[in-house]
């Protein structure tokens, strides 16, 4: 299994971005999906969840400002952030709960795809 980012860039401050998170490989299912960011000098930190039936969570920072989704059909999560500011500038990571056919469900990362903020 494989998790495959994209969608990180370089944008001004106040601009929206998204990021999508597709799950490649022979998997049986997902439960959970979710978004993690690493500033540099810092731990990286939860920025969002959304579960398999869509109940989502979000840190504080981001509330009212990103969005998670998820297509179950594509095994695909997303990340729609608005009113992005330069603190949120980050390599962004997706992870996921993933089941296949020979391996009992166990927590998948994606390599992380870089947004940058600027003032």
């Known amino acids: 299994v494989q998790l495959q980012a994209s969608g990180g860039g370089l944008v001004q401050a106040g601009g929206s971005l998204g990021l999508s998170c597709a799950a490649l490989?022979?998997?049986?299912?997902?439960?959970?999906m979710g978004w993690y960011r690493q500033a540099p000098g810092k731990q990286r930190e939860l920025v969002a969840t959304?579960?398999?039936?869509?109940?989502?969570n979000y840190e504080d920072s981001v509330k009212g400002r990103f969005t998670i989704s998820r297509d179950n059909a594509k095994n695909t999560v997303y990340l729609q952030m608005n009113s992005l500011k330069p603190e949120d500038t980050a390599v962004y990571y997706c992870n996921a709960d993933v089941s296949t056919r020979f391996v009992a469900q166990r927590t998948y990362w994606g390599k992380g795809t870089l947004v940058t903020v600027s003032s």
């Open positions: 959304i579960t398999s039936g869509g109940s989502t």
């Open positions: 490989g022979s998997i049986f299912s997902i439960n959970g």
